[in-house]
């Protein structure tokens, strides 16, 4: 028997040749696949094709996933669930609001450095050179951020609560790039 990693090989390279298909027949279409969670019973099929359905549904927010898999969602299903909810503003607000605000007023970029000093796990040398900034500059931000978003803001809670926010901020629309955005709200 197959393990899982070649079994989700083999379902990429079909998946991947239907993309071709399509797009050679059918131009003006866009294909989106989704697999849903694995089973081995029959009687949770129905499960297996409303988390394929989620993985497509997700899509349409973030855009296609290089392995459009349901257990490579990872943090979007929750956010899928939050907006479900009709929570998911709400919780962007609690967090970003005071670095969605200051960039619009200011002109800055402190969102998209909380987003790369996150994505760094707090590396300031790694960040710093992603950013393409000085060390200082970088110190600069991090002290505005701090005076925003609280001394604590790395703490291991709040920065996992504001590690969802961001992504669930771009998954509402919202950018963390160059061009600054008021929050977007659940739609």
């Known amino acids: 028997m197959q393990n899982r990693r070649q079994i989700q090989s083999n379902i990429l390279r079909a998946i991947t040749k239907l993309k071709q298909t399509d797009q050679q027949n059918l131009p003006l279409f866009s294909f989106r696949a989704g697999v849903g969670r694995p089973f081995y019973e029959l009687s949770h099929m129905k499960k297996s094709l409303e988390s394929a359905q989620e993985t497509i549904a997700i899509q349409k927010e973030i855009g296609p996933l ?42 800055t970029q402190l969102l998209h450095t909380l987003k790369v000093f996150l994505k760094w796990s ?50 509402l629309g919202g950018t963390t790039e160059k061009t600054i955005q008021p929050a977007p709200r659940d739609g």
Not at 132 to 156: E, N, V
């Open 66 to 107: 290089p392995i459009p898999f349901y257990n490579e969602l990872h943090v979007y299903r929750l956010i899928s669930s939050m907006k479900n909810n009709g929570r998911l503003s709400d919780f962007v607000t609690d967090y970003l609001e005071p670095v969605i605000q200051h960039d619009a007023k200011k002109n």
């Open 122 to 171: 707090g590396a300031k040398r790694e960040t710093a050179k992603e950013l393409y900034i000085s060390r200082q500059t970088l110190y600069h931000r991090l002290k505005q951020l701090a005076g925003l978003l609280g001394d604590d803001f790395m703490s291991p809670p709040k920065r996992l609560a504001l590690e969802l926010a961001v992504y669930a901020y771009e998954f």
